[in-house]
Nanobody, 123 residues
Framework: QVQLVESGGGLVQAGGSLRLSCAASGLTFSSYAMGWFRQAPGKERESVAAINWNGGSTYYADSVKGRFSISRDNAKKLVYLQMNSLKPEDTAVYYC????????????????WGQGTQVTVSS
């Protein structure tokens, strides 16, 4: 049974930092590209960042470039999202997702999802 479990969310002031983690189990983690997505109330789920199986290729949404960094540890079956210089508009539930093959920025191409972790950035 595949499980993706996010952690590390919370309340932070604007300009602060958080690091999200996603722990994977029940899958051959090193075969999967991983993505981070977020969904704010009343908005569609959007791609934030993605990384291929070995970390050699990454993607970032324009809104987070230069502030967020995605990485992974295949030995520990973990993927991280380091979020710096947080803004109130980064407030959302953050989800990690997995797909075989290379990364994608489309949520429709991921078939394994975590339950999400809330990130709230106060102004």
């Amino acid at each position: 049974q595949v499980q993706l479990v996010e952690s590390g969310g919370g309340l932070v002031q604007a300009g602060g930092s958080l690091r999200l983690s996603c722990a994977a189990s029940g899958l051959t983690f090193s075969s999967y590209a991983m993505g981070w997505f977020r969904q704010a109330p009343g908005k569609e789920r959007e791609s934030v960042a993605a990384i291929n199986w070995n970390g050699g290729s990454t993607y970032y949404a324009d809104s987070v470039k230069g502030r967020f960094s995605i990485s992974r540890d295949n030995a520990k079956k973990l993927v991280y999202l380091q979020m710096n210089s947080l803004k109130p508009e980064d407030t959302a539930v953050y989800y990690c997702a997995a797909r075989l093959s290379r990364w994608s920025s489309s949520r429709y191409e991921y078939d394994k999802w975590g339950q999400g972790t809330q990130v709230t950035v106060s102004s």
